[in-house]
């Protein structure tokens, strides 16, 4: 099992923790930048807002506690998101045209913990609706991200994206991340 899946399943993704205003405000501003990146696709910026050893990851079932080796809608290391974006971006994907648009609301930020590092585990929720061949498809869910403190900012070292509708029915494969 990955460290921060480890740490992520441990965690009590009910808790609320005591934290200051100024933590707030800092992960609620950097979880819609993240938002705003992927909707100007932006993708080189998202991408740096993942550490090093950062993961994606869109788990098939609820219950899952682990991405490696379990079937996944994505559980995408860095080497996978660059490889994903070089396909995407390609000027021959033909899947790709004309370009899709996305646009993300986060909401409900509740920071779950902040280590003595100043770590933090929080969840929120969000609506993504794509735009894409003159079709609208909406996504919901549910994140939670393990984010390490830095001395600018935070990087993601696990964003676990919680779809409602992942069992359901799409014209086209996903292809973007949410």
């Known amino acids: 099992m990955t460290e921060a899946c480890e740490i992520l399943a441990a965690a009590d993704s009910t808790a ?8 707030q405000q ?19 910026e998202w991408m740096a807002l993942f550490g090093v050893n950062g993961w994606y ?32 971006t390609h000027p021959r994907a033909h ?6 648009r996305l646009n993300h609301v986060v909401s409900n930020v509740i920071i779950e913990s902040e280590n003595g ?10 609506h993504c609706a794509e735009y894409f061949r003159y079709q609208i498809r ?26 409602v509708n992942r069992e359901g029915p799409y014209d086209y494969v996903l292809q973007w991340w949410l």
């Open 138 to 163: 909406t996504f919901s869910g549910k994140y939670r991200h393990l984010l390490k403190k830095t001395p600018d900012s935070y990087r993601i070292a696990l964003q676990r994206v919680d779809l």
């Open 16 to 23: 609320v923790a005591d934290i200051n205003i100024e933590t």
């Open 26 to 44: 800092a992960v609620e501003q950097f979880l819609y930048r993240q938002a705003e990146m992927l909707d100007e696709k932006r993708i080189d």
């Open 95 to 100: 899947s790709q045209a004309p370009h899709n």
């Open 57 to 88: 990851w869109m788990p098939a079932e609820a219950d899952q506690v682990e991405g490696d080796g379990e079937p996944n809608i994505f559980w995408e290391d860095q080497g996978l998101m660059l490889m994903r974006n070089a396909r995407n």
């Open 117 to 126: 590092d100043g770590d933090i585990i929080v969840r929120s929720r969000f």
